[in-house]
């Protein structure tokens, strides 16, 4: 059985740093993309960022709202996916989720569907 | 403001059937045939109900479908049933750095 285990979350000050984790089983980790979705309270969803996998290159992508003060790591010997958040505002106040892609008969959809969902950790950023 | 457009509720009867829509641009929806839409409920993780715009993750009903037009792509949901009160949205790949776009989500209200 797939399982995602996020931690880390807490409450942290404006311009402060913060560390997520996720910890994966159930599948093969080192062939996976790695995703970061969060939704901030009452909020809709808010892609975050993905790292490919070895294979692949570890790119990584990130959304413009993070981009530059966030940074997607892995450590495939752990099966554990991190997002390293620095500069942090009050819009970055969410409960933020570690999701994966699947591949079907055909194809791999690594970075357009999202099957597998953590339970989420929140952050809240807050004087 | 959320990148796809999505109406913020939508009701039905037991038995009926129900259609929520989420409209894009051409950098996302019109662009790719990538749709997908999720259930969420009230404190739990999202769960996969379409991708590519039509197709059906194993264990999904039969009740849900997907479609597509342009700009804008649709989540039916027919032969309505009590568990299908929750959230869902839509999401879209998108090109840029930015891969995936969501829509703010439509409530859904079984009465």
């Known amino acids: 059985e797939v399982q995602l285990v996020e931690s880390g979350g807490g409450l942290v000050e404006p311009g402060g740093s913060l560390r997520l984790s996720c910890t994966a089983s159930?599948?093969?980790?080192?062939?996976?993309?790695m995703t970061w979705v969060r939704q901030a309270p009452g909020k809709g969803l808010e892609w975050v960022g993905r790292?490919?996998?070895?294979?692949?290159?570890?790119?990584?992508d990130y959304a413009a709202p993070v981009k530059g003060r966030f940074t997607i790591s892995r450590d495939d010997s752990t099966n554990t996916v991190s997002l390293q958040m620095n500069s942090l505002n009050t819009e970055d106040t969410a409960l933020y989720y570690c999701t994966i892609g699947f591949c079907d008969t055909t194809t791999c959809h690594w970075d357009d569907a999202f099957d597998r969902w953590g339970q989420g950790t929140m952050v809240t950023v807050s004087s | 403001q959320s990148a796809l457009t999505q109406p913020a509720s939508v009701s039905g009867s037991p038995g009926q059937s129900v259609t929520i829509s989420c409209t894009g641009t051409g950098s996302d929806i019109g662009g790719y045939n990538y749709v997908s839409w999720y259930q969420q409920y009230s404190g739990k993780a999202p769960k996969l109900m379409i991708y590519?715009?039509?197709s059906r993750p194993s264990g999904v009903s039969n009740r849900f479908s997907g479609s597509k037009s342009g700009n804008t792509a649709s989540l039916t949901i027919s032969g309505l049933q009590a568990e299908d009160e929750a959230h869902y949205y839509c999401g879209s790949y998108t090109r840029g750095s930015t891969l995936m776009v969501f829509g703010g989500g439509t409530k859904l209200t079984v009465l």
């Open positions: 159930g599948f093969i980790f080192s062939n996976a993309w």
């Open positions: 790292i490919m996998s070895k294979t692949a290159g570890w790119k990584t």
């Open positions: 590519g715009v039509s």
